[in-house]
């Protein structure tokens, strides 16, 4: 056995710093080797496929395309690792092309096989029956010919412009006669058509559009020979900036919105065996440099996957049903739904999602804070929600009914600028308070607050969570929220709107820790303050669980922890860019990463000096992004039983082994199994837990 590496490194060395962007492609290969999980059911299988597609979609649209506009500016600028932009898009291109490799392996090698299996196939022309084949051409005739538009290039007609994530067909024609050879563009319309077409009656048989539409050539180019053809995709830059100068921030975004469509090429996808004429030409008609080019062998774009994953029917082979639950305080008598202002009144509430109902905790809050006369005011942040979300709707009616209704809606949330501008001018129009942030941060605080009158005082209740008040993703996403009427936490979060709504910042908090102003500080503080109990001889440790560690002073606090004896665990979903492990620097920080069912989210920090520990959560994970740059918001929890709770969901992240990646010195991330024999699933727990905690108030209530 070798001995370990001994490490004599300054803390600040890059050395002892993971790459970013590396790092992420770290937490998108633990997605995709969930899809080469046979222990995964067959059809969350194919999702996972989908969902590392899409991932790395967004990737491309953003960070890939950060790191070229920089090259084009000449611009240098390096994280704490200390690799270079050109670096980092030479080394993202090789591992890409290398996980490729895999998904498309573990695609067509495995799933897909055992998809047919279960009478669900994805039919090529080759592998279609006569009578499929009949369907094929004749739904390609009624539905998919009349929204084709071929282009031919060259012959006095330009390059054309190809839109952001189209798939297309590029096809080399010759002339008869002249025997001149001429390629054409085809856009596959699968936003209108949907990526797979049913074929069949049982609806459980799928061709690809673009297989239909290449069967179909001659049909769309007459009189002409089809030589080849191949299929392409391009990814551009879809991220945007906004002028914090802006007269109008609501029509700046939306013109922004419209550009991204335009921006520049950072991805050109070729199915593998193109004609290479016909690629060379995409090449250079593109402009392209080698490190921008993909040959994919296989189905380009497996994102529309997800049309598969949504067959009807087939229980068996996805995960069995999870129906969340309403929080055992929250459960009411008679089917009478609870009083949601008593019952905060009466101590602090804590729910889990997806474990813990959105619909009877939240969305409850809001519409009884609607329906409540004594409600003066009702605040609430909205970063990203769903087309359905009825909390908007609820502060539309608030403002009708004469509450004051304000809402912070953040246009800049990527992705999601058009459904929040769609929502921002709706609730203008019924009289609410809209706006839009603080010029040069994004917010990202999830938080609501409502103003009651109770007696001669107004009494403040407050929601704090880890996540957006999305309702969709309130099932599939684990997140925390805290309900308190806590008066030093409600007087902090009022005061917070009144930062974003008005002018001026306070200097200082009484409770929460609050970004771009107090929170990098206050962590720090946490993070010493645990350090000096341990120098003391008293037993200190740091627990905590993010999506994304990247700040390299919390990272070099964190080292300091290490090296002062602190043991430190670190549950980091996603990109953690410090190095575990490394003798005398970081050999006491432990780093795990879960990746599961639901999607891991909530931010929880927590921090045990002797006989104290204190907890925290919210908003923001330890980025410069969200310490520097936007409004984030984290509370103390501070009823014992509430941070018994959130200690106990700490271990168990850390005691699992079903879903669980440990990551080493060296970078490796290392998936866990049973030890002993006992399998540990945090999220199976939890999901046992609270189904028989409502079961056991249910019955306690009824009998």
């Known amino acids: 056995m070798t001995a370990p590496r001994q490490y004599d490194w300054p803390i600040d060395d890059p050395a002892l710093y993971f790459n970013r962007e590396l790092s992420w492609l770290d937490f998108n290969q633990r997605v995709l080797e969930l899809a080469e999980d046979p222990e995964v059911p067959l059809l969350e299988q194919v999702r996972f496929c989908a969902i590392y597609a899409s991932n790395l979609d967004e990737f491309y649209m953003v960070r890939v395309a950060g790191l070229f506009d920089q090259l084009d500016a000449g611009i240098d600028a390096r994280g704490p690792d200390g690799l270079a932009p050109g670096a980092q898009i030479d080394a993202i291109q090789a591992r890409v092309l290398e ?285 990203r929600t769903s087309d359905d979300s009825p909390l908007v709707p609820s502060l539309i009616r608030a403002s009708e009914r004469g509450k004051q209704a304000v809402c912070m809606v953040e246009l800049k949330a990527r992705f999601d600028e058009e459904a929040n501008i769609a929502w921002a001018k709706s609730l203008e129009e019924s009289g609410a308070h809209v706006v839009y942030g603080i010029p040069g941060l994004k917010t990202h605080v999830k938080a609501i607050v409502v103003a009651r009158r109770e007696g001669d005082r107004v009494r403040e209740y407050v929601h704090i969570g880890t996540g957006n008040y999305h309702p969709k993703t309130a099932r599939l996403y684990t997140d925390f929220g805290l309900f308190t009427a806590d008066e030093e936490i409600g007087a902090d979060v009022a005061e917070m709107f009144n930062f974003l709504t008005g002018y001026g910042r306070p200097a200082e908090y009484r409770k929460v820790l609050v970004s771009p102003t107090t929170m990098r500080d206050r962590i720090l503080e946490e993070i010493e303050t645990t350090v000096e109990a341990q120098r003391a001889d008293e037993e200190a440790r740091i627990a905590l669980k993010m999506n994304s560690l990247v700040d390299a002073a919390c990272i070099q606090a964190l080292y300091e922890a290490s090296q002062a004896g602190v043991r430190v665990d670190l549950n980091v979903r996603g990109i953690c860019c410090l190095r575990p492990g490394v003798p005398g620097i970081s050999d006491n920080i432990r780093v795990i990463s879960i990746v599961g069912r639901f999607l891991e989210h909530s931010r929880v920090y927590a921090f045990q000096r002797g006989e104290e520990t204190r907890v925290l959560v919210g908003s923001a994970d330890l980025m410069p992004r969200n310490l520097d740059s936007r409004v984030e918001l984290v509370t103390p929890v501070e009823e014992p039983v509430l941070k018994a709770e959130l200690l106990d969901v700490l271990e168990r992240c850390f005691a699992e082994n079903a879903n669980a990646w440990e990551l080493d010195a060296e970078g490796s991330w290392t998936r866990l199994g049973p030890e002993n024999g006992q399998r540990r699933s945090v999220q199976e727990e939890l999901r046992e837990r609270h189904a028989a905690r409502a079961a056991e108030q249910l019955a306690a209530s009824t009998g």
């Open 99 to 383: 996980l490729d490799r895999r998904l498309h392996r573990c695609f067509e090698g495995k799933i897909r096989p055992a998809l047919e299996q279960n009478e669900i196939r994805i039919v090529t022309l080759d592998s279609a029956t006569a009578e499929e084949r009949r369907e094929i051409d004749e739904r390609f005739h009624e539905q998919v010919f009349p929204a084709l538009t071929p282009l031919v290039i060259g012959l006095g007609r330009p390059f054309p412009y190809i839109s952001n994530l189209s798939l297309s067909l590029g096809v080399l024609l010759r002339d008869p006669d002249s025997g001149t050879e001429i390629i054409a563009r085809v856009k596959v319309p699968k936003e209108l058509l949907g990526r797979f077409l049913p074929v069949g009656d049982d609806g459980k048989a799928f061709v690809p559009l673009e297989e239909a539409i290449a069967a179909n050539l001659d049909v769309l180019f007459p009189g002409t020979e089809v030589v080849d053809h191949g299929y392409f995709r391009v990814t551009r830059d879809a991220d945007f900036t906004v002028s914090d100068e802006a007269d109008d921030l609501l029509q700046a975004v939306q013109d922004e919105i419209r550009r991204r469509r335009f921006g520049e090429v950072v991805r050109l996808e070729i199915a593998a065996g193109m004609n290479p004429k016909l690629r060379q030409q995409l090449i250079d008609a593109l402009r392209l440099e080698d490190r921008e080019v993909y040959d994919v062998d296989g189905l380009i774009d497996l994102a529309d996957l997800t049309a598969v994953a949504d067959v009807p029917g087939h229980a068996e082979l996805r995960y069995s049903p999870w129906t969340p639950v309403t929080q055992p305080r929250l459960q009411g008598e008679d089917d009478e739904p609870v009083d949601m202002f008593a019952a905060i009144r009466n101590e602090d509430i804590l729910v889990h999602h997806p474990y813990d109902s959105f619909a009877t905790s939240v969305e409850r809050f809001v519409e009884q804070a609607v329906a409540d006369p004594d409600v003066l005011a009702i605040k609430q942040t909205v970063y």
